[in-house]
């Protein structure tokens, strides 16, 4: 279980509507967000305003009360029914800066509404494709537009407070939320992707950028030549899937979000007696953890 905070990008607010409706109302859409992002302001710095907005929020859903809402906006660790600590809620606003960032109008930020929207399509895709075959989830560039973010930026009279930056650095002694091997396809010998291995590079950085957790990166080999080759071998691969989301997104993989170790041949996952099990044992294992 993982609190939302750890995954605040995976659920962005964003206002849903027919296109031509929005062009022929857009200066009312962009004094709207532009009042929403100067709220927000006031909500990060004034704890009045967020109590307020806690009692609108209570009444607004007809759910618990401001008590309960204000709560779990800052968010709380509790017991689950095996007796376990687990951490529960964690909420945000979004200003004009965090919008800046989740749409990827920062330099050097991911665009994170999309990768969101292409992680989430891709799951309920392969999870239910007969609901998708005759009218696929549309692409992300023909339902996203930015410019009405950009046009309450130009009414706005002053840029409003800076965005929230996530802290990595506290994060590698948490507990453990994700383990996962990759099959990353590099060039044979080398610490380069191929073709298709950056296209996994690309799936990975989604997954990736749209949670606010440390990553440790295990790089691992087949035992087709010494362990000193494989040692050095393992270490570059996992230096490269580092290098390669902090040139793609800078800001969403700062040094300090990642460990780096490589193993050579060690643990292997299958046997180095087949092609297939040298393959298997050809990995990355992306490991997600959290404060």
Request: hydrophobic content about 35%; glycine content about 8%; cysteine-free.
């Amino acid at each position: 279980m993982v609190s939302s905070k750890q995954y605040r990008s995976q659920m962005p607010a964003v206002i849903l509507g027919p296109k031509n409706f929005f062009e022929r109302n857009r200066p009312e859409f962009e004094g709207l967000l532009a009042a929403t992002f100067e709220a927000g302001d006031q909500v990060k710095a004034f704890d009045k305003v967020l109590h307020k907005a806690s009692a609108i929020s209570a009444k607004l859903y007809n759910d618990q009360d401001e008590a309960y809402w204000y709560k779990y906006y800052k968010g709380a660790t509790e017991s689950d029914a095996q007796g376990l600590k687990v951490d529960l809620g964690g909420s945000t606003v979004n200003n004009l800066a965090d919008n800046l960032i989740l749409f990827g109008l920062e330099p050097g930020t991911n665009d994170n509404f999309r990768s969101t929207y292409t992680v989430f399509a891709n799951i309920a895709t392969q999870q239910y494709p007969a609901l998708f075959k005759d009218t696929p989830i549309p692409d992300v560039k023909d339902i996203e537009d930015k410019s009405f973010i950009t046009g309450a930026q130009a009414r706005m009279s002053s840029g409003g407070a800076e965005g929230e930056a996530p802290q990595y650095a506290a994060n590698q002694s948490g507990p453990v939320v994700s383990k996962r091997a990759y099959s990353i396809n590099f060039d044979t010998g080398k610490a380069t992707f191929t073709t298709e291995g950056t296209r996994t590079m690309q799936e990975l950085k989604d997954s990736l950028a749209i949670t606010g957790l440390f990553i440790q990166v295990d790089g691992y080999t087949d035992n087709t030549g010494s362990e000193g080759v494989n040692q050095a071998l393992s270490d570059a691969r996992a230096g490269a899937v580092k290098d390669w989301l902090q040139k793609h997104a800078p800001r969403n993989f700062p040094e300090n979000r990642f460990k780096i170790s490589g193993h050579g041949s060690q643990n292997p996952v299958a046997t180095n007696d087949t092609l297939a099990g040298k393959a298997a044992n050809r990995r990355v294992e992306i490991t997600l953890s959290g404060s």
